[in-house]
């Protein structure tokens, strides 16, 4: 079992930047495949960021080279610095963790994360 708690949300100006922490509980936490994923109001959830359980990263296109994800393990804990930042952005964020361990993903959709956390907002005013 994985447990998820997200911090780090807020509201920034057009531009700014946030780091997005998701700490995880679980002594196994290395050994999992993790995602950021965000929801706009009243659409659906989409992928944001990946890093595989060892180290491997891909982010979406509409976040390349604007957001980043890292992980410490020894602080079990995973990452999403968010630079640029624009009002389309906005959002709750959740970070996720795959099904299985020492999985590496090659698709990203939510089905493919089993363990969520609660979410925290991140609203970008213009």
């Known amino acids: 079992q994985v447990q998820l708690v997200e911090s780090g949300g807020g509201l920034v100006q057009t531009g700014g930047s946030l780091r997005l922490s998701c700490a995880a509980s679980g002594r196994t936490f290395s050994s999992y495949s993790m995602g950021w994923f965000r929801q706009p109001p009243g659409k659906e959830r989409d992928f944001v960021a990946y890093?595989?359980?060892?180290?491997?990263?891909y982010h979406a296109d509409s976040v390349k080279g604007r957001f980043t994800i890292s992980k410490n393990n020894a602080k079990n804990t995973v990452y999403l610095q968010m630079n640029s930042l624009k009002p389309e952005d906005t959002a709750v964020y959740y970070c996720a963790a795959g099904r299985a361990p020492y999985t590496d993903y090659v698709t990203y959709a939510p089905s493919a994360f089993n363990y969520w956390g609660q979410g925290t907002q991140v609203t970008v005013s213009s």
């Open positions: 890093i595989s359980w060892n180290g491997r990263t």
